[in-house]
């Protein structure tokens, strides 16, 4: 295939993807007043069933309390987000909420809350990989709203090896 070609492609991609994610997005936003909705909700806990994995508790009531725990500092977070930014947040959740957002982005054929984390890992992993910037533009945002978010908590900073700042 020759660049040309393959530079065409790439943007007719983006154009189709972006598209459908605006018109996904009137339909059922992503965040609803600056908050997750139900279907972005599932989209990141899911995401951070994937990047947390190891990282959260073993146990299932323990990891169903982790990742509640999780959600609920992501939410706070994006609520104080920019307009600009939520809005851009809220497409992309839109779309990944979607049986065909997700399948076209995502490279995704289960639902979120179906598909294994071994499945969503490699699902992410061919987003980061991607040629299309738009797919690497949206791993490295799932990946590092559920980062801030989980280890902007103090009881998590043991997993990185900081014991938290000095006493002054």
Do not use: C
């Amino acid at each position: 295939m020759q660049r040309r070609t393959l530079l065409k492609l790439g943007l007719g991609a983006s154009v189709v993807l972006a598209v459908a994610g605006t018109g996904v997005a009137l339909l059922q936003p992503g965040l609803h007043q600056g908050h997750l909705t139900a279907g972005s909700n599932e989209v990141m806990r899911a995401v951070a069933r994937a990047v947390l994995e190891g990282v959260l508790p073993a146990d299932e009531s323990q990891r169903a309390a982790a990742l509640a725990a999780h959600l609920k500092r992501l939410d706070d977070a994006i609520a104080a987000f920019p307009a600009a930014t939520r809005g851009e947040l809220s497409q992309l959740l839109a779309l990944l909420a979607s049986a065909p957002g997700r399948r076209a982005l995502a490279g995704l054929h289960d639902a979120w809350a179906e598909a294994s984390a071994a499945d969503i890992q490699q699902a992410m992993q061919a987003m980061r990989t991607s040629r299309l910037s738009l797919r690497q533009q949206a791993y490295h945002a799932l990946r590092d709203l559920t980062n801030a978010a989980y280890f902007s908590d103090p009881s998590a900073w043991a997993h990185l090896g900081y014991p938290g700042p000095m006493d002054i």
